[in-house]
């Protein structure tokens, strides 16, 4: 079974940014957080991972909170094209890949 | 492109029957995943292998097996097909601690 929480959907305005909640309340010392989205029809695309500190990439930035409870993936300017299932995992990350997903957060980018 | 090719990309099979899913890998990665991803639902780890070994397991019946070849591509195989087993396949490749690159999948419907 999946190990964090995420809601179910949320919409966002095209252009605006979308802020993605996830809590993450059995995350151990040595997991990292992982953000994956599935646009329909396709495989999981890897976004971003960390481990305590925030991290930005050329697709998203992540806000890890210093009790490692909770995380936020942030898209800051949405499009149309981000209209996906995003899910956020923890997994150690070391050897290890074999990734648990749960349901994920349906994104909806509003024209 | 994640340079993660899947064959075939849709089949239809009936219920007892088997079948062989296969998967190359992304130049260089030596891991390879394997995941069940049923309509609605997030995908399910099924097994992992790395350097032909297999290297983990989800809890997955033993009629599902695979193979990982030297050139690291890899197989699939469902024996005794049910009519649960209908969903998307995905692969995943990687290097044992990186990034997992993800598949199209194959939509396989058992009916």
């Known amino acids: 079974d999946a190990k964090t929480t995420q809601p179910t959907s949320m919409d966002c305005a095209e252009g605006r940014a979308a802020n993605l909640p996830c809590n993450h309340s059995?995350?151990?010392?040595?997991?990292?957080v992982y953000w994956y989205r599935q646009i329909h029809s396709q495989g999981p695309q890897y976004i971003i991972h960390?481990?305590?500190n925030n991290e930005t990439n050329e697709m998203a930035s992540l806000i890890i909170t210093e009790d490692r409870k909770s995380s936020t993936l942030i898209l800051p300017h949405a499009t149309l094209r981000d209209t996906a299932v995003y899910y956020c995992?923890?997994?150690?990350?070391?050897?290890?890949?074999?990734?648990?997903f749960g349901k994920g957060t349906k994104l909806s980018v509003i024209p | 492109e994640t340079g993660v090719t899947q064959s075939p990309t849709h089949l239809i099979k009936t219920r007892g029957q088997q079948v062989t899913l296969r998967c190359s890998s992304q130049?260089?990665?030596?891991?390879v995943s394997w995941y069940q991803q049923a309509l609605g639902q997030g995908p399910q780890f099924i097994f992992q292998?790395?350097?032909?070994?297999?290297?983990g397991r989800g809890n997955f019946p033993p009629r599902f097996s695979g193979l990982q070849f030297p050139n690291y591509s890899s197989e699939l195989n469902v024996n005794a097909l049910e009519l649960d087993d209908s969903a998307l396949y995905l692969c995943?490749?990687?290097?044992?601690?990186?990034?997992?690159?993800f598949g199209q999948g194959t939509r396989l419907t058992v009916v």
């Open positions: 960390g481990l305590k």
């Open positions: 059995t995350i151990s010392g040595n997991e990292y």
């Open positions: 292998y790395y350097r032909e070994e297999e290297n």
């Open positions: 995943a490749s990687s290097f044992l601690d990186g990034e997992a690159f």
């Open positions: 130049s260089g990665h030596n891991t």
């Open positions: 995992i923890d997994d150690s990350g070391a050897g290890s890949y074999q990734l648990t």
